[in-house]
C-alpha cells in the first residue's frame, strides 16, 4: 500500500515557477515508478511526467518538456516537480501517482498503469 500527499500549488503568474512535492509512504519504493498527472476544468487527466524511483528514467509531455524536471528524494520519500516558465494552460489540478515496478516509457504514460494516487494540488497560472 503507498500513501500520496501533494503539496506545493497557488498562483502564480505566467512565466512563473512552482516546485510541486509529493510525500510518499509505503514498502518498496525503492522498486515503484512515480508520475505525475494533471487535470484542467472540462479536461480528462493528462499524463505530465515520471520517474523510476531510482532516478534512472524519466519522461516527459511534450507540452512541458524543457520547462518541468521531475526528480525523486529517497531521503525524504518525496518526488519532486519543478514548474518552470509557467503558462495559462498549465493551469490544473495536479496529481502524483505511483505504481509498483520499473514500469517502461510506453506504459508509464498511461494513467491506468498507476494504481495509487494523492488527493492533488492546484495550480492556477494568471496571464
Known amino acids: 500500500q503507498v500513501q500520496l500527499v501533494e503539496s506545493g500549488g497557488g498562483l502564480v503568474q505566467a512565466g512563473g515557477s512552482l516546485r510541486l512535492s509529493c510525500a510518499a509512504s509505503?514498502?518498496?519504493?525503492?522498486?515503484?515508478?512515480m508520475a505525475w498527472f494533471r487535470q484542467a476544468p472540462g479536461k480528462e487527466r493528462e499524463f505530465v511526467s515520471a520517474?523510476?524511483?531510482?532516478?534512472?528514467?524519466?519522461w516527459y509531455a511534450d507540452s512541458v518538456k524543457g520547462r518541468f524536471t521531475v526528480s525523486t528524494d529517497s531521503a525524504r520519500n518525496t518526488v519532486w516537480l519543478q514548474l518552470n516558465s509557467l503558462k495559462p494552460e498549465d493551469t490544473a489540478v495536479y496529481h502524483c501517482?505511483?505504481?509498483?515496478?520499473?514500469?517502461?516509457?510506453?506504459?508509464?504514460?498511461?494513467?491506468?498503469?498507476?494504481?495509487?494516487w494523492g488527493q492533488g494540488t492546484q495550480v492556477t497560472v494568471s496571464s
Open positions: 520517474i523510476r524511483w531510482t532516478g534512472d528514467s524519466t
Open positions: 509505503g514498502r518498496f519504493l525503492s522498486t515503484s515508478t
Open positions: 501517482a505511483a505504481q509498483y515496478g520499473r514500469l517502461s516509457a510506453d506504459v508509464g504514460v498511461r494513467e491506468g498503469a498507476y494504481a495509487y
